[in-house]
């Protein structure tokens, strides 16, 4: 899989409109160095496949005079690559160069002269100091995924040697230098096309992309690229779109992303900055979907919890409900009425909800009885902290009743009931973007102004 751990993320380079990203990705030269070390490997498998057609021809060679040769049953016995680079060309792209190259080779040879005279043996060709470069062109196909292809490749041996065994081997001695030079030219002619094509390999891995990743069955997230990439000397800075949709229904939220820097970072192979805007458009998502809403019952409050959701405890408060309903045991659903908002400050993270909480009487007969609907702006922080900011009377069943009475009750509810389950959904993450069978690890989350900061180090495992 040549390169693939930083060239997929390369890759992503769309002939779109630039716009604002709400997901940013910095590739780091620690990254760029694991995927030198897995594009090597893949080099040197695809070097040993040369092909060295047979070459015939004839050759005077004095005292002897013209001598018909031919050599046949060619191949690769030995590649070595024991010096490489990928270098960032700012502005550019990717150049990859391989230097002090070794390629051992075996074949058959035979001989024909003074008319009568044939033989046949063996050799070994030994061609050291090559050097192959090539740079990589980068482009998105029709889906919006990547392709690559080589350019400008250039492959030079600086010597090669030859040892005929066998027979009449020092005849071919005689002329080891033209045969020398005319199997080095074969060589360099094969190199390129397979450096091309261990390039093109990609572009099936390439495929794998998850440019539209299901989250669950409300929302998918769309890591098309939106602009492309800056290369710089020691990174490359890209652009994804980073936004969530209702699946099979891709309407935009009614806000945009805001332009956002990541902050410099060299310890981790990749860093992904998701933005508020990403984080937002989810929340327009669920909350479009009808998914932010939750009804709590006397069952979800821990046992050891004084306060219950009954008429008991809420008569105790407002009196006509026990009145009224006695002895019954309630409801109560809390659901969005606009878009949560998210916001991102260093170390902290803060949701904004606008809603309504409606309390319902559970009769004998399982039926609901409206008691109150209340009209809830809240917060609650990434410290796992909550906060009724204020509470107003939307609807009432039961008549006049003071509603700060109840702030206890509701940040009680809020914080046994509502955090934790909001914990639950957000530790099941949404995907990022990745390749195949690639794995994050050494993963850590920061915090910081207007966006969230994952460092990463990836693994492909096949």
Known sequence: MFLCCWLALVALIPTTVSINPGVKVKLTEKGLEYGRDLGMATIQQKLKTIKVPDMSGEQRVSPIGKVHYSLTNMHIVNVGLPKSAVDLVPGTGVRLSITNAFISLQGNWRVKYLRII???????????????????????????????SSVNCAATVSKASIKF???????????????????????????????????????????????LAKVDPYAEIEYSMVSSPTVSKSSIDFSLKGEFYNIGKHQEPPFSPKPFTLAPQINNMLYIGVSAFTTNSAAFVYNKAGALSLAITDDMIPQSSPIRLNTRTFGAFIPQIAKRFPGLMMKLLVKTVKDPIITFETNNMTVQAIGTVTAYAIQPNATLSPLFVLNMVGYTTGKK???????????????DFQVGSLDNILQMVLKVVVIPKLNVQLAKGYPLPTLGKMKLVNTQLQVLKDYMLIGTDVQFTG
């Open 385 to 399: 902290k909550a906060s009724v900011m204020d509470l107003t009377l939307g609807t009432s069943y039961v008549g």
């Open 165 to 211: 065994h066998g027979g009449a081997s020092w005849l071919y001695n005689l002329f080891s230098k033209f045969i020398d030079k005319a199997l080095r030219n074969a060589l360099q002619n094969k190199i390129c096309p397979l450096v091309a094509d261990a390039i093109s390999d990609l572009n099936p891995h390439l495929k794998t992309l998850n440019v």
């Open 118 to 148: 044939k033989d046949s043996g063996s050799f070994d060709l030994n061609v050291n100091g090559l050097t192959i470069t090539s740079s990589i062109a980068i482009k998105s196909d029709e889906t919006g995924r990547p392709a690559v």
